[in-house]
């Protein structure tokens, strides 16, 4: 945090506000959560379990939905939460896990503008943390995540820049999100 509030004072000193170099329309950005996992540590559908007596999937949902202009979940089928009031499309590619969920998310934009991609089990999500992430994002990235030892790419921002390499990424067999963001124009957001 204190690294963000030095770069808006420099920033400021250099004649321009943090805000003037924002990215337009980032005040709501289109949310996917990530739902589409077997589960198989879990027992049973995590994003159906019990958090505070309502599904998983939606305590996280309510978390960050003042911040969303959409919510929506990716998992294994089309529909499967939407009797949680939740969108639900299809991940076109099971079995790759979570780079397989980025994929949907950029088949299912409308438009080229950044969103937000979510794990479902990401409890005690604070919405203040998407605009920590969107206060780094830039014209000509591809990816804004939390890093501290090591990346939080399923509570990051993305651009549909990125699709390129996430499709070598694909084809190469590799699913590591972490690599992802290694390899690509992304800015790290201390933790």
Sequence with gaps: M??????????????????DQRV?????LPVYLLAGGRSSRFGSDKARADAGGKPLLLRVAESVASRAEAVSAVADRAGKYDDLGIR??????????????LLAAL???????????????WLGIEA???????????????????????????LALYHPSI???VERQV?????????????????????
Excluded: N, Y
Excluded at 107 to 121: A, G, I, Q
Excluded at 128 to 154: I, T, Y
């Design 2 to 19: 204190v690294l963000l509030v030095l770069r808006q004072d420099q920033d400021e000193r250099h004649g321009c506000r943090a805000s």
């Design 24 to 28: 337009r329309g980032m005040d709501s």
């Design 88 to 101: 639900t499309i299809a991940d076109p590619a099971p079995g790759l896990g979570p780079i397989g969920g």
């Design 107 to 121: 088949d299912d934009l409308r438009e080229k503008r950044w969103f937000v991609l979510l794990s479902c089990d």
């Design 128 to 154: 203040a943390w998407l605009d920590l992430l969107a206060a780094r994002a830039r014209p000509g990235l591809r990816a804004v995540a939390f890093r501290h030892a090591h990346w939080e790419p399923l």
């Design 163 to 165: 699709r390129p390499a």
């Design 171 to 191: 084809r190469a067999g590799d699913r590591a999100m972490w690599r992802l963001l290694e390899a690509s124009r992304a800015i790290a957001v201390p933790v």
